[in-house]
T-cell receptor
Framework: DAGVIQSPRHEVTEMGQEVTLRCKPISGHDYLFWYRQTMMRGLELLIYFNNNVPIDDSGMPEDRFSAKMPNASFSTLKIQPSEPRDSAVYFC??????????????FGEGSRLTVL | RKEVEQDPGPFNVPEGATVAFNCTYSNSASQSFFWYRQDCRKEPKLLMSVYSSGNEDGRFTAQLNRASQYISLLIRDSKLSDSATYLCVVWQGGKLIFGQGTELSVKP
């Protein structure tokens, strides 16, 4: 079975450029999460969606970040303009239900972003 | 204070050793607790849930102390393949909050 699919796996860009990360959740999952992982801050929740609707975006660092989920099988996280401090691994995860009791999020392999 | 705090590690142990990881959480209203495992340059994966009465899965034992807001993970008879980062996770405020993880390295 296909898991969560993210692209690109690696991206190197220059400061000021627009970056778009993509995610395809597991079919049938109704929750989608975007996390960012750095050595300094660990794994931070940026935003999550339920049935394509953004529920909590309190973790989005600033207006340079935006996320969309136009349909149940696709989501994007966009950074415009990018800055060196945005360098991190960005994970997308999906779950069936809110995972309050199962705790089970299925993560993609991540998109490793380097902003020079 | 961080919402979920863990021993930073790294823990370097020989094969066969028993190793314990600790985690504390800040919100006494938290209801659900979990341990995730993350291999180097891979995605996190759920290892096990943590129940109030404590629970075991093979060589892994998880315990919860609500009064102290403390969670632990014990690994017995550690294997080389246990080398990874172990993330303490708490359901809090309607979402899963991850600790920064404790790195374990099991040596031959």
């Amino acid at each position: 079975d296909a898991g969560v699919i993210q692209s690109p796996r690696h991206e190197v860009t220059e400061m000021g450029q627009e970056v778009t990360l993509r995610c395809k959740p597991i079919s049938g999952h109704d929750y989608l999460f975007w996390y960012r992982q750095t050595m300094m801050r660990g794994l931070e929740l940026l935003i999550y969606f339920n049935n394509n609707v953004p529920i909590d975006d309190s973790g989005m660092p600033e207006d340079r970040f935006s996320a969309k989920m136009p349909n149940a099988s696709f989501s994007t996280l966009k950074i415009q303009p990018s800055e060196p401090r945005d360098s991190a691994v960005y994970f997308c995860a999906s779950s069936l239900g809110l995972a309050e009791f199962t705790g089970e999020l299925f993560f993609g392999e991540g998109s490793r972003l380097t902003v020079l | 204070r961080k919402e979920v705090e863990q021993d930073p590690g790294p823990f370097n142990v020989p094969e066969g050793a028993t190793v314990a990881f600790n985690c504390t959480y800040s919100n006494s209203a938290s209801q659900s607790f979990f341990w995730y495992r993350q291999d180097c340059r891979k995605e996190p994966k759920l290892l096990m849930s943590v129940y109030s009465s404590g629970n075991e899965d093979g060589r892994f034992t998880a315990q919860l102390n609500r009064a102290s807001q403390y969670i632990s993970l014990l690994i017995r008879d550690s294997k080389l393949s246990d080398s990874a980062t172990y993330l303490c996770v708490v359901w809090q405020g309607g979402k899963l909050i991850f600790g920064q993880g404790t790195e374990l390295s099991v040596k031959p």
